[in-house]
């Protein structure tokens, strides 16, 4: 069985994320969404149970994909549930040249993994976790950012309180 890990901070999982998955699901026997402890970004809005829930609530047509979490190293994670691949959206050449040294390093720590990388869709090219956060905190339309399962959750969580100005 050809296993593939598809890592991110999914915060939240976006369309962009999802079709990721998508053609990840069309390519493996079975595709794990990874959400993955990233010391650099320690201001998730959503705790790892709601990231997991909010996936959970997405993949529901997928029957070879199902989400996970992690706090460890990818590299052991791999090891553990012997995935073949990793699979990383690119959007831009921003993301190739960091997701280049990542998959180098996970090369080392797991020979037997190999990163795929799959380019983002024309219209998921500016879409990011960080943008639909401050879109809906700013008190912005989000839904055709995220699937509709997940936008009002999303809006209810970043929405400022109307009436009131933050200064």
């Not at 079709?19 to 970004?41: C, E, G, T």
């Not at 959503?46 to 959970?56: A, D, H, L, Q, T």
């Not at 690119?90 to 993994?113: G, H, I, K, W």
Request: with cysteine; proline share 5%; aromatic share 8%.
């Amino acid at each position: 069985m050809r296993i593939a890990v598809c890592p991110g901070s999914f915060d939240p999982i976006t369309n962009g994320h999802l079709d990721i998955i998508n053609r990840a699901s069309q390519l493996f026997d079975k595709v794990i969404v990874l959400v993955s402890y990233n010391p650099n970004k320690q201001s998730a809005r959503f705790s790892v149970k709601e990231r997991i829930e909010m996936i959970n609530s997405v993949i529901t047509g997928f029957d070879n994909v199902v989400a996970d979490c992690n706090e460890g190293l990818l590299a052991d994670y791999l090891e553990r549930t012997k995935a073949c691949a990793i699979v990383k959206g690119l959007r831009a050449v921003t993301d190739f040249e960091y997701e280049f040294q990542m998959a180098l390093a996970n090369r080392q720590l797991c020979p037997s993994a190999e990163t795929v990388f799959l380019t983002t869709s024309p219209k998921n090219m500016y879409l990011s976790s960080s943008m639909v956060r401050e879109i809906a905190s700013l008190g912005g339309d989000i839904s055709d950012f995220v699937p509709p399962q997940i936008c009002s959750a999303i809006i209810k969580r970043l929405s400022p309180e109307k009436g009131t100005i933050k200064i």
